[in-house]
């Protein structure tokens, strides 16, 4: 499973959500949105916005921190 999370360093959500995957030991890359343009452009790309973060896990994109959505794509017991 692959797992990435698309941030920004200003993000306040962004670092709570990768406190969680943290905290429930999920290794997962990050790529800051504010230095990789390419990155930026697939994200608006899929998502049709320009908002953080965004998780990817595998092919599937969560927007913002869905805290409920990503613990069930990871099978994350709350």
């Known amino acids: 499973m692959t797992i990435k999370v698309y941030s ?3 993000c306040p959500y962004c670092d709570l959500l990768k406190d969680y995957l943290k905290d429930n030991n999920v290794e997962f890359e990050v ?40 613990s069930q794509v990871l099978g994350i017991k709350e």
């Open 8 to 10: 920004t360093p200003t």
């Open 31 to 70: 790529v800051d949105l504010s230095q990789d343009e390419k990155a930026a452009q697939y994200i608006m790309e899929k998502t049709g916005k320009m908002a953080v973060p965004v998780t990817e896990i595998d092919e599937e994109i969560i927007v913002g921190f869905d805290r409920a959505k990503i």
